[in-house]
């Protein structure tokens, strides 16, 4: 059984959570993770939900994603969710993600790394995941259109193969004279 913080608006904490699966109270939002990494040729791994998974089954889909749990800051759930999800550690101790989205029910914190893995190195979490691979962003692009990726905005996931090598809004810095 797993629990959520609850948030306000402005991502102030709240007293007392949600079970998940359970109507989410109203005005209350919860926090999600996504970590999308990047190998040294640019490519993402990305992982195929299993076909049985709640949303999106059998769809592929970013390298990991999940909700924070009671207690779990961003950084914690992130680690947590790569960890169970492709069994790899990562120490996000310093890092903050790249972005966060607003959707609806809460706050999407999405993290990028780069970092070479082996895939025959992961212990993939048989209960959500069937497969990972690399994927280039014509590739996942194309995935969008065929159906086979969950239907991401192509324009966040061309944003994401961006940011992954910037950490800015900007492509320079030097400004106009």
């Known amino acids: 059984m797993e629990f959520w ?3 306000d608006k402005d991502r102030n904490l709240l007293k007392g959570s949600m079970r998940r699966g359970e109507p989410q109270p109203a005005g209350t939002f919860h926090l999600v993770v996504h970590v999308c990494i990047f190998d040294s040729n640019g490519d993402m791994l990305i992982q195929h939900r299993q076909p049985f998974k709640d949303g999106w089954p059998d769809r592929w889909d970013l390298t990991v994603g999940g909700s924070a749990v009671r207690g779990d800051n961003s950084q914690a759930a992130a680690e947590r969710e790569t960890m169970e999800e492709i069994g790899c550690a990562l120490n996000l101790a310093d890092e903050r993600p790249a972005l966060t989205l607003h ?6 914190d999405i993290y990028l790394l780069t970092k070479d893995l082996s895939i025959s190195s992961l212990a ?38 961006h940011l992954k090598d910037y950490r800015t809004a900007h492509t320079r810095s030097e400004q106009p004279e």
Not at 144 to 153: E, K, Q
Not at 154 to 161: D, P, R
């Open 103 to 108: 959707f609806d029910g809460g706050f999407d």
């Open 124 to 161: 993939l979490q048989p209960e959500e995941v069937s497969e990972v691979k690399w994927a280039s962003l014509q590739e996942i692009c194309e995935m969008i259109d065929d159906g086979r990726f969950i239907p991401y905005h192509k324009a966040l996931i061309e944003l994401l193969f």
């Open 5 to 7: 913080d609850l948030y």
